[in-house]
């Protein structure tokens, strides 16, 4: 079955460092987005990417950043930069002209910062 | 920028109570999705539903775009329906999604 596979689950992250997550796909969609949850509130949109090699700020873009290289990833680097990472960060991918389609999220990753 | 503006923000019902959950928009809209994300953190698309009616079990949507609302009822609540409900509609394209704040559900045993 095609989805959306996020990895770690859980991740932990010294004062400093950056580090990784990771989005993988394979429904063949052509967009893909990032999103933090913080806890008790809803979605906001980090970064999105409409095809490979190119991908816009969302709301909260400082302290990210992303690569699209291959249609099926779009990892997500948290810098040191960002200076409260502590939250629940989903990958999500649909076909923008095909609302109709819906949206396909991963299982998410919650990081914590120590 | 257009505004999304769900109710209420908490639900406790009992299992087998029905339930019916607002999202008013404050511009016309040609996309309008209900999502459901579970206790454990997993989203679900639940329907796209820019005008009209849809039914998927024991779910259903009505958005009247006209009047700028959109309803999702749930007809004989189990626990499993437990979780939050966002809907949600575009900015300017169908990449950027504005998110209401959410209803949290609670079904009780």
């Known amino acids: 079955d095609g989805g959306i596979t996020q990895s770690p689950k859980y991740l932990f992250r010294k004062e400093g460092q950056n580090v990784t997550l990771s989005c993988e796909q394979n429904?063949?969609?052509?967009?893909m987005y990032w999103y933090r949850q913080d806890p008790g509130q809803g979605l906001r949109l980090i970064y999105y990417?409409?095809?490979?090699?190119?991908?816009q700020k969302g709301d909260i873009a400082e302290g990210y950043s992303v690569s699209r290289e291959k249609k099926e990833s779009f990892p997500l680097t948290v810098t040191s930069a960002q200076k409260n990472p502590t939250a629940f960060y989903l990958c999500?991918?649909?076909?923008?002209?095909?609302?109709?389609?819906?949206?396909?999220f991963g299982s998410g990753t919650r990081l914590t910062v120590v | 920028g257009i505004q999304v503006e769900q109710s209420p923000p908490d639900l406790i019902l009992q299992e087998g109570a029905n339930s019916t959950l607002r999202c008013n928009f404050s511009?016309?809209?040609?996309?309008l999705q209900w999502f459901h994300q579970n206790p454990w953190g997993q989203l679900i698309n639940l329907f796209y539903?820019?005008?009209?009616?849809k039914q998927n079990g024991r779910l259903s949507a009505t958005t009247v775009a006209t009047e700028r609302y959109s309803l999702l009822y749930i007809s004989s609540s189990q626990t499993t329906d437990s979780g939050v409900y966002f809907c949600?509609?575009?900015?300017?394209?169908?990449?950027?999604?504005?998110w209401g704040a959410g209803t949290k559900l609670i079904i009780k045993p």
């Open positions: 511009d016309s809209v040609n996309n």
């Open positions: 539903i820019p005008s009209g009616t």
């Open positions: 999500a991918s649909s076909i923008p002209w095909q609302p109709s389609r819906g949206y396909t």
């Open positions: 949600a509609v575009p900015m300017d394209s169908n990449y950027q999604l504005i």
């Open positions: 429904l063949n969609h052509d967009a």
């Open positions: 990417s409409q095809i490979v090699n190119d991908f």
